[in-house]
């Protein structure tokens, strides 16, 4: 259990405070990879700061991994939090024990994975920021747990998916730019992701976070992570159950189907939209947030940032984080 609780607050509106730049020190060099059971999985994590300091728990997304939260850490543990950052199912070291495991990963499953690895560690409570899936499972988690999520930073939004109804056409400019969903659901989207999965990436990095530079040292940093013997199965499960084209885990069916209403978060939140995302420009418009997020303390858009916020722009995922939990 954790072993302290920072009381949130409780009185801010849905006005954007101000954001003072930080300059947050790398800590990738600094850590250890440890690694804790589940009942599923061996999941590898990162740590940062005091063992006794709440916990924060940072989760990424699709096609990235524990490196984009580097710059995050430093302010966070200077103001005594444990920083947690674990490598989602498929990514990284994290290893199922089974070795005949069905190799899934419906979106209940990613936040089942959050609840359990919190489990294992011994913690109740917690704060949590993530992006893509990692705001996923945190948003999912919010909806099943809230009394275990004291504050959620979600980059992009209310990113909770109806897997049981097929989804109609979008505008054709929106359906080119899930490109990439449409090719995992066919035999050829495997073999190009088997074959080519670095291409394909660093293709994503480029085009979801146009205006971003980063080095082909940035990219070594993560590139072990997608070599994972289960990167595959697991990207290519997960874009085809959210289509509803692949089964999912018979004990998340009962939780799809509730997902599927699109329930509301309740838990202290502020919401982080990136200026410069390749998905197109945030809406200035609050509304469709405040709709999802019914205690939302505030929405920004975070300009010089685009899908990867939490990498090019970590100052305003720990100000978040520490506005909530001051």
Request: hydrophobic content about 40%; proline content about 7%.
């Amino acid at each position: 259990m954790a072993t302290t609780r920072r009381e949130f607050i409780k009185t801010a509106g849905i006005a954007a405070a101000s954001i003072k730049t930080l300059k947050p020190k790398p800590v990738f060099a600094q850590a250890t990879i440890k690694t804790v059971q589940t009942d599923i999985l061996e999941i590898a994590y990162e740590e940062h700061g005091p063992s006794d300091g709440f916990p924060i728990i940072l989760v990424h997304g699709f096609p990235y991994d524990i490196r984009s939260f580097d710059g995050v850490p430093a302010p966070l543990i200077d103001a005594g939090y444990r920083v947690l950052v674990p490598y989602v199912r498929g990514y990284g070291q994290t290893r199922f024990l089974d070795a005949d495991a069905p190799r899934m990963a419906e979106q209940a499953a990613i936040a089942q994975d959050l609840v359990d690895f919190a489990d294992a560690l011994g913690i109740d409570q917690f704060a949590a920021s993530g992006f893509d899936w990692g705001n996923r499972a945190i948003c999912i988690t919010s909806i099943l747990h809230p009394q275990r999520v004291v504050a959620q930073v979600a980059c992009g939004g209310y990113s909770v998916q109806d897997t049981i109804n097929p989804g109609g056409p979008a505008p054709a400019r929106f359906e080119s730019l899930l490109w990439y969903q449409w090719y995992f659901n066919t035999e050829r989207g495997i073999r190009g992701l088997t074959e080519n999965r670095h291409d394909i990436v660093r293709h994503l990095w480029d085009t979801w976070s146009p205006g971003w530079t980063y080095s082909d040292e940035d990219y070594a940093r993560s590139a072990a992570s997608f070599d994972n013997p289960d990167f595959v199965d697991i990207v290519i499960h997960s874009y085809r159950h959210c289509h509803v084209n692949a089964p999912g885990e018979d004990r998340f069916l009962e939780v799809e189907q509730r997902l599927a209403e699109r329930p509301v978060i309740t838990v202290p939140a502020i919401v982080l939209r990136a200026d410069e995302s390749g998905f197109g420009p945030p809406s200035a418009d609050p509304t469709a947030d405040q709709a999802r997020f019914s205690n939302l303390r505030g929405r920004r858009i975070v300009a010089g940032a685009g899908h990867d916020l939490p990498a090019h722009r970590p100052d305003t995922v720990a100000d978040a984080l520490l506005e909530l939990l001051a």
